[in-house]
């Protein structure tokens, strides 16, 4: 992984993080790649290999629906998320699809609009990114939460 | 920005946090420039473009004021912070003004003498920063909090 | 500290903590050179110069040793924990050693088998990385716990 792919990487993380915080939404599905895939699951579904999840997507298409249905239920007024996630760290570099797969450690906190602020979720991103001329995009994200309680409260992508 | 600015910049914010969380507080000043602006507020109030702040300072010299007076008042024994803050993301550079303006999120974790440790605040620092020959200083730290509650509880610098 | 030590020492400190929080403990122990040193103490205690600490190890052996112990005891398997840390910040580089200090800041959260998660530790990781052909290893890591209350409740390495 080169000095200029690590920084492609490391600014579409942020540029991630800062879409769900500061509620700009509509950005986060242009984040990944027309066939984007992405899902929200748990170490354990994980490590025993389900590929089902929480949250899933597999085309930019579902996500932007996603985000959709989120604004019409006005669900995500009510409060604000805040990430804050490791260095990435290079999992393996497939040189001839032009993608690079990196996991990082993050954790979400969240603030209710009255204001009380508690951890909200932790765990694991795994990202199989494409690169594209100068620019980055998820091909696939997998947040992998350490809780599975997740799931059942689980509206905005995390 | 090129990769000597972006250590720059790396090291700055972890001397912040470090002066911070080692209660070096003397320190915390001498990361500004002169006329170094400083303000804490939160996202509602940002966001609406208020220009106020639980805490401001629009020079070196007020950020000294305010350590002496926390000093005296002897409120930092009680506690101790710990920040963690994500990688930097670039906002805008002026080149003719030798300025960059970036934005990162962190969590600030405060452990009580009692040993009691607890999530405090989290937010955004969105952090104009002025390079001269080798070295890099705050032109003005914003800290944009997620909770309107943190205000009233705000003694120590964040 | 060069670009590839950077990356090294950001690797390192990755595989740590994913050797910790994938549960993948064997792996732990390899992260360290032969007599690397392993110290786990708090604020108070470290400021004040003692040497001691709730857990510590002055060999790889040692530390293999820890977790050998820590699986029989099954110890492990009723909680998960996840790391997520700061950027390096350099302290002091020894080129006659081939050694470089640095310091980091970290939380861990736990997250039990019922699903429950919390803040479990904050603090400051000092670390002596030795390098050696193009890998790096602990020669020492001192993890400085926020509070000290931590001390009686720890079992795994953070």
């Known amino acids: 992984m080169n000095e200029n792919k690590r920084h492609l990487i490391e600014n579409l993380m942020a540029d991630y993080s800062a879409a769900i915080d500061s509620k700009d939404l509509e950005r986060w599905p242009e984040l990944f790649t027309e066939d984007g895939r992405y899902r929200v699951t748990n170490s354990e579904d994980y490590n025993q290999g389900y590929q089902h999840g929480a949250i899933w997507a597999n085309s930019r298409g579902m996500l932007r629906d996603r985000i959709s249905a989120l604004r019409e239920a006005n669900v995500y007024e009510e ?80």
């Open 79 to 158: 409060q604000r998320y805040r990430h804050v996630s490791d260095a990435a760290r290079l999992i393996t570099e497939d040189e001839q699809n032009g993608t690079i797969t990196v996991s990082s450690n993050f954790i979400v906190v969240r603030t209710m609009h009255t204001g009380d602020t508690q951890l909200f979720a932790s765990g694991m991103y795994i990202d199989r990114i494409k690169f594209q001329d100068d620019s980055a995009l998820f091909a696939e994200r997998i947040v992998v939460c350490d809780s599975q309680k997740i799931d059942t409260l689980l509206a905005i992508p995390l």
